[in-house]
Each structure stands twice: as C-alpha cells, then as structure tokens.
C-alpha cells in the first residue's frame, strides 16, 4: 500500500521478484549441501502410520488457512460485505500484516517460559478466536481484529518448525516437514479459500469465516494429543 505513492503496482511486482531472485541466488552461495538418503516405500509406510503426523498436519491446515487462505477473500469481505471504501479497505488490508514479524520473534522467548506445547496451544486458541472476531460485522473494531489475527498466526509456523524436529527422528524430519507443509499448501491454501468462497456466494464470508474460526478454535486441543511435546 504504501509503495504504491512511489511506484505502479506493476513496478512493485517487479521489484519483488528481483529480491526473491537476489534471495535464491545468495541462499544457493551462502548455504550447505545436506545430504539425504534415499528413503524405502517401508520408512514411508511407518511415517504415514504415525499419529503425530496427522494431527500436526490437520493444525497446520488449519493455521495456514487461518494465515493464508482468508487472506484471499479478506479484501472482498471488507468491500463487499462491510462496505468499506476500496482504499480504506486497501490499507486496512495491508497495515493488518505488519505485526507478525514481532509475533514470531516473540513466540521463541515465550517458548522459554511456558512449554512449546502450551504455547503453540495458546497461540492456536488465540487464532481461533481471533478468526472468529474478524467475522463481527462491525466497521469500528475490524481494522483491530485484523491486525491481531494477522499477527497472531503467524506465531504457530516457527514453533510448528521446532515441534515437528522434536517429534521426528533425523532419518523422518525431512518426510515429515515436507508432508506436512504439502497439507497446509493444499488444503489451507487452496480448499479453504474455495470453501469461504462459497460460503460467500450461497450464505455470506461472515458465515464462513465465523465457521472457519470455530474449527481453527477446536483444533486447538489437538496439540495436547502430541505427546513428545511434554
């Protein structure tokens, strides 16, 4: 939003893909080969069969459609449901993401002083929660709900990252991470937008991200079934 009073949108795309590229080319220099055997169907199989797996990928669906996949019908939600003025509705949007860098940052010290259990539980509960606010109709506080729930995700993936090594021996950590992430991707980011654009064009976004939030909220106790987190 705000490099637009400097430059086009199109000269701000192009400019982020100069830093992603900048980005990859200083990682493939900077960077470390690591080495990966190459796993059997049989390490495979006893990976799939591991509870921990699953119930981790359903919260980071969850989370990642919490994180990503309202974003894409937030913009619609505030114009079309709210009616909130475009440009209003534009930096609502964009000041709403400005927060979770200091929320990721600050979840590692939480960490320190309760346990990664409780507070990827809290900071899931509190995502939930939040979902569930930004569905309150009304103009005065959304600007607020936004940015808390917008930064207040963004808490879970760090320590998802730190949860899923210590549940996972070495030889599993890799099948995990990517399984796990390939979940989020799809489901978090693909069907749930999908679905809230439904709930959009048959009820209402406020239907559905209320309903969103709700499971986000529930998926919650899920994280006190991993037990290696104790």
């Given amino acids: ?23 990859v080319i200083f990682f493939a220099v900077a960077s470390t080969e690591v080495t990966v055997g190459k796993k059997s169907s049989k390490e495979i199989m006893i990976l799939l069969t591991e509870p921990n797996l699953w119930v981790m990928g359903i919260v980071w669906i969850f989370c990642a459609g919490a994180c990503l996949g309202i974003y ?16 209003k509705a534009n930096e609502m949007f964009g000041l709403s993401r400005l927060g979770g860098i200091v929320v990721s940052i600050g979840a590692g010290f939480l960490v320190d002083r309760l346990s990664l259990k409780k507070t990827m539980f809290f900071l899931t ?25 917008a930064s207040i995700t963004t808490g879970f993936f760090p320590l998802g990252l730190v949860a899923i090594s210590r549940m996972f021996d070495r030889t599993q950590r890799s099948m995990a991470t990517g399984f796990i992430v390939t979940l989020g991707v799809i489901f978090g980011l693909g069907v749930v937008p999908f679905l809230l654009g ?11 991200i209320m309903v969103f939030g709700v499971l986000v909220t529930l998926s919650s106790g899920l994280i006190w079934f991993l037990k290696e987190l104790n």
């Fill in 1 to 23: 939003v705000f490099m637009l009073d400097f430059m086009s949108w199109r000269t701000i795309f192009v400019v982020f893909g100069i830093v992603s590229a900048l980005s």
């Fill in 198 to 208: 439904v709930a959009g064009d048959y009820a209402s976004f406020q239907f559905g």
């Fill in 72 to 87: 894409f019908v937030i913009p619609l939600y505030l114009t079309k449901e709210l009616m909130i003025e475009m440009t």
């Fill in 125 to 149: 509960l509190a995502t939930g929660l939040l979902t569930m606010a930004v569905a309150v109709r009304d103009e005065r506080i959304i600007g607020t709900t936004l940015f808390l729930q």
